[in-house]
């Protein structure tokens, strides 16, 4: 299927979130951070309008692995909150 490399790309209005799996350590900060964002129970499990941008890559910031990454659609990349 693949060298486990695979991204995945939600797209919504102003943000695109990233996720890349096999980086992901299930520290749930997004889970906890923005739920009606963040679900595992639905399809797809992000859905980025679900908050405002602001406040959604405030959340993406906290991933403690970099599994989740955003893109705002006027351009802006995400600034880490840590070195990479």
Do not use: Q
Request: glycine letters at 10%.
């Amino acid at each position: 299927m693949g060298g486990g490399t695979e991204k995945k790309a939600y797209e919504g209005r102003s943000i695109t979130v990233t996720f890349e799996a096999r980086r992901c350590l299930h520290a749930a900060e997004c889970v906890n951070g923005l739920p009606e964002v963040f679900d595992t129970a639905k399809r797809p499990w992000i859905r980025p309008d679900g908050a405002e941008a602001e406040r959604l890559a405030e959340v993406v910031r906290r991933c403690p692995s970099g599994a989740l990454r955003y893109e705002l659609a006027d351009g802006g990349m995400e600034t880490p909150d840590r070195p990479a």
